[in-house]
């Protein structure tokens, strides 16, 4: 057989099935596996008959690699990458290129970059979204690194991933070092928001409407044919119609208690570390912290008073309300999310493309929607819009959706179910919308306490003062810095 055109390390759900889309778009595959007895189930499983060679040694993977050398790792994010990038360096040669294809926080994404880089070697760093099914048929790819490697791994990667319905590949070159991985990061984020507010909203149908699994079926089938259309709204109508065999919800029989593995985690820390307001993305995260604390919140029902309101009003204008706040919410969020991106490009020096971005999570991935088609719209008319609420899609959309948002979030407060995700959307729409904010008062308090000084309204940007509020204090002043 001719040398494979790239190596996959590592044998799990994302790796097999990427082999297997590879091999089915023209590509051989050299697999590797640490724990040999996957290489040869795979060759005798899935992998049999195809173009798809298994390997039980490193030395054995690499010589089998077309020239420059293309290993791709689908392996565990941390200290399993290091690992195997110690491992296999000394039996490559420059030019040869290591890919990183797991969710590896992009700070290690840029050290790793520097370093592979440093021995003459190139390095990619990818993000690949779409899960199991994604990685067989067609994932969304968000390539960074060494822009070197792009030219020898751009075939392979825009032939095996999705594609839009005008053709066009949901993968792209995004930046260098960890521009590949941050971009995937903040993608998982807008994943954690949208899962989020699409849950509020079955909680508010649910305990505040009383709807039964059926009728709420019916209305995610009916969102799914509008503006809402999109990959996650879609499986919510199966799950929500979906019965076992004895007829029974299978939703009804899951506990309340969210996972996650840290990459919305991350994308809160990233904004917190760059000064930006990532609140909706943030309530996704604590809100899946605090079903996590299932035996509390038991004792808490028992012991802690809530409104014994019941709703009553229209049923269908609500459900038709919660559309709106719903799609609203929804371009917070994503707003939100690029507003991240930006700010993070500003402080790597990484050249984003932005509507690039709506177009790779287009098809493919978790979050991938007709919504986004819209973004990419955005950025076309404008690739310097600094947020997307100013965009005049979506002013004209959250303006026709505004009243609805505001009445969802009141019934909310009144029946006493939690929306964190969707009232803070609200509460940054109406605070990013305000020319002033009370943040005079709470610059008022840390030069009363803390001597931190302030700005004037009658006084050019820059200049700080500070008050001797009781007499006591002095004219020193704390120097003014940003953490």
């Not at 798809?52 to 030395?59: A, F, H, M, Q």
């Not at 779409?130 to 067989?136: I, N, Q, R």
């Not at 204008?317 to 919410?329: F, H, I, R, T, W």
């Not at 076309?380 to 005049?392: E, G, M, Q, T, Y």
């Amino acid at each position: 057989m001719a040398q494979a055109d790239i190596g996959i390390v590592g044998l799990a759900v994302m790796g097999e099935n990427l082999i297997l889309n590879m091999e089915s778009k023209g590509f051989t595959v050299a697999a590797y596996n640490r724990t040999t007895e996957k290489v040869d189930a795979f060759l005798a499983g899935r992998a049999k008959g195809k173009k798809i060679v298994g390997y039980r040694s490193v030395e054995e993977l690499v010589a089998a690699l077309q020239r420059p050398r293309k290993v791709m790792m689908m392996i565990k994010a941390g200290k399993a990458v290091d690992a195997f990038i110690e491992q296999i360096l000394p039996h490559l040669e420059p030019g040869d290129i290591l890919i990183d294809g797991g969710n590896s926080h992009f700070p290690d994404t840029t050290r790793r970059t520097a370093f592979v880089e440093s021995k003459g070697l190139l390095y990619i760093g990818t993000g690949v979204s779409g899960g199991e099914e994604g990685a067989l048929l067609g994932p969304s790819i968000m390539p960074g690194g060494s822009p070197a490697a792009w030219p020898h791994v751009k075939p392979i990667f825009q032939t095996i991933a999705a594609h839009t319905a005008e053709g066009e590949p949901c993968c792209d070159w995004v930046g260098e070092n960890g521009a590949g991985h941050f971009v995937k990061m903040v993608h998982n984020g807008i994943e954690y928001g949208d899962m989020q507010l699409i849950c509020e909203t079955y909680q508010m149908m649910k305990d505040g409407l009383g709807l039964s699994n059926d009728a709420m079926h019916e209305v995610f089938a009916r969102w799914n044919n509008g503006v809402l259309d999109s990959y996650l709204i879609e499986i919510t109508r199966d799950i929500l119609g979906y019965r076992d065999e004895e007829g029974a919800a299978v939703l009804d029989q899951i506990l309340d208690t969210a996972g996650q593995k840290g990459t919305g985690k991350w994308t809160g820390i990233a904004a917190l570390d760059l000064g930006q307001p990532l609140t909706l993305i943030g309530e996704a995260v604590f809100a899946r912290c605090l079903s996590a604390i299932k035996d509390e919140r038991v004792t808490a029902a028992q012991a802690l008073a809530g409104p014994r309101t019941r709703f009553e009003g229209d049923a269908d204008g609500l459900v038709a309300d919660l559309e709106k706040a719903l799609y609203a919410s929804k371009i917070v969020s994503y707003a939100q999310g690029y507003q991240l991106m930006r700010a993070a490009a500003a402080e790597h020096g990484w050249k984003l493309n932005y509507g690039g971005i709506a177009l790779m999570w287009r098809g493919g991935c978790i979050i991938r929607s007709v919504f986004l088609g819209r973004i990419k719209e955005a950025f076309d008319r404008d690739p310097n819009l600094v947020n997307l609420l100013l965009d005049p899609f979506f002013q004209a959309a959250v303006a026709d959706a505004q009243d609805a948002w505001r009445r969802v979030v009141a019934a909310a407060v009144r029946l006493g179910i939690p929306m964190p995700a969707t009232s803070s959307a609200l509460a940054y729409y109406d605070g990013y919308r305000s020319e002033r904010l009370p943040a005079n008062l709470l610059q008022a308090q840390r030069d009363y306490f803390g001597a931190h000084t302030y700005e004037r309204v009658d006084r050019p940007r820059g200049e700080f003062f500070h008050t001797n509020w009781t007499g006591r204090g002095g004219t020193t002043a704390a120097s003014t810095y940003v953490v």
